[in-house]
């Protein structure tokens, strides 16, 4: 692929923003893509073009700077004629420019990734404000434009403000990180050169902003030398910011606590960074806001313990780490008992390094930006494009959001290709094979147990499709005999979910997915309200009739962890792990499967029937409109993928077998 970024700064510029654009470009760079980055020519001493680990990189003069941001007259003429030569463009934001990249892409054709690394946080002041308001609006533009958003944390995601109203089109990919080894010697030999032998060190690094809360540590410092006379802070960043003026706030408090701060400017070699985080007892991200902060798995993988705010997006890493302590936002007295009881107790909170990389692995991270980009590109093509619209105009009729995803993330998972051979297990009516007959020349089949539904599958799949009554639990078909196999909504029904798994796996080739959905056990309130009032007051849910809801012939519903781990069990590998929608209208399963599915079944309203979709035209005045229009519009909330222990209708996993 040919691959254009766009951002204000890049490499040598430093912020954990440029560190992240400059490993996703390297990273693709590598994999043989043709990478570009169009950027600000922030220091007259760079040159204008060069290429650096294979990432060639285009400057632009700018005329001046305003706030965090640069005038770049040229940026219309660069940005078009590059955007022509791309197959796709990632743009990171905040940028000023994002609506205009937005624009030329759609003129040109060419699809376009928005990577949100934070809301944009503004200081004090009109002129700031004004910057806020207008960088704001044209990245809103910008959104609107796009139809992928990736951001660094679920966490963060569900919590944006500025993404709330994207929800649906945002995916969360951990960003890369990668940090050396520390040298001990080394960290030894700087400690003592820098006078703490015998300090508690706490170490904090980046910019010295107001987002960044290091006053917050500042204001804590009494309270920790009064716990522990050793305490010492050492800063790494750069404290001359100049579109900002906290450091100059905090002057009274550095002043009266030098004895206790060692500056160490900015380190822009990694081996030194990950020295300094070796030499630092634990380290501080008492942030006010934070998309991610990536300086805290570089501490980790360092071998320090953080001490995080609690705030969206800055405690995911120590979340899903275990590697530190969460403390109250804005609150100085929080912050010190946590890094007190992190520096009395450190073998506690100390994880191995491997433990660390497993969880914020850069190779993952760049296959999973190379497979969104590359899904953009195909999708830009006519041919993809037209298999969309098919999609949505097969989709328009069903009423169920969950049932929707669950259709387009089954077909995502498959990846179908012409010469396929797909089984789908327990397949109902056929509403699987019926898609996925309309998309693609794949050879289909399906076996369900039930003689009723088979009958029904018949008139409505395609002639090719080969159908076969049996249970999953011994299915008729040789070992290998499947490139890919679907399991939807079936496990919950089995009295043995492992043994049929496992069948399952046995007919399904070496290298074969297995795309598996499942109801999850923490389902919205509001999607099944009466059982989930049943289960809170201790009473069996309703597994049967019009009140069944979520639970309706149901042996089991799953957790993520459940799921996890019973596909794990079954030797299969797992790829990848999603659950959505958590916003619904209430009492939405009764209303589809209880009320809406009755009317099909009597001939009430046939055309709300999903197999129907062809009969509906979506008149303005039809009320079958007005309900599916209500229900698209509470769906719009929801995220891609919802953050883990957020509660959702559905759970589904891309399985291989290895």
Known sequence: MKILSILTYYHPHWTGLTAFARRIAEGLAARGHEVTVLTTRHDRALPATEVRAGVRIVRMRPTAFVSRGAVLPSFPFRAASLIRRHDVVQIHTPLFESALVARLCRAFGRPMLMTHHGDLVMPAGLGNRFVERVVVSQMSAAARATPWISTLSADYAAHSDFLRPFASRVRAITPPVEMPVPQQAETASW?????????????????????????????????LVDAEPRIHLVYAGDHRVVYERFYDRCRPLLEQHAGRITFLGLLRDSQQLANFYALCDVFALPSRSDCFASV????????????????????????????????RARDPGSLAEGLLEVLHAPDRFVRPRGAIQAVFD???????????????VTAASPAMSRDADALARILRNDADPANRRRVETVREYLDL??????????????????????????????????????????????????????????????????????????????????????????????GGIVAITVPNRNYPFWWDPINALRERVGLPPIRRGALGGIWTDHVRLYSRHDIVRLVRQADLVVEDVRSFVHYCVPFAHNLVYGVGKALVEHGVAPRADRFRYADNRRSRIDPLTWALGAIDGIDRLNVTSAPEGQSTVCICVKARKA
């Open 191 to 223: 400690r003592s050169t820098l006078g703490l032998a015998d300090r508690k060190v706490i170490g904090f690094a980046g910019r010295f902003v107001e987002e960044k809360g290091f006053d917050y540590l500042l204001q804590a410092l009494p309270a």
């Open 296 to 327: 805290q798995v570089e501490a980790m993988l360092s071998g320090t313990p953080v001490v995080a705010a609690d705030i969206p997006g800055a405690r995911e890493v120590v979340q899903r780490t275990g590697m530190g302590r969460l403390v």
């Open 362 to 376: 850069p190779d993952r991270a760049i296959s999973e930006y190379e497979e969104v980009l590359r899904a953009m």
């Open 417 to 510: 290709q012409p010469r396929d051979v797909v089984l789908d297990c327990g397949c109902g009516l056929g509403w699987h094979l019926k898609v996925i007959g309309e998309l693609s020349d794949a050879r289909l089949h399906g076996i369900d147990v039930s003689p009723e539904r088979l009958a029904r599958a018949r008139r409505e799949v395609h002639g090719r499709t080969q159908l076969a009554l049996g249970r999953i639990e011994a299915l008729p078909y040789r070992e290998g005999s499947f490139d890919k196999a679907i399991l939807s909504e079936v496990l919950e029904h089995l009295a043995d979910d492992r043994a049929g798994l496992l069948e399952v796996r046995r007919v399904v080739r070496r």
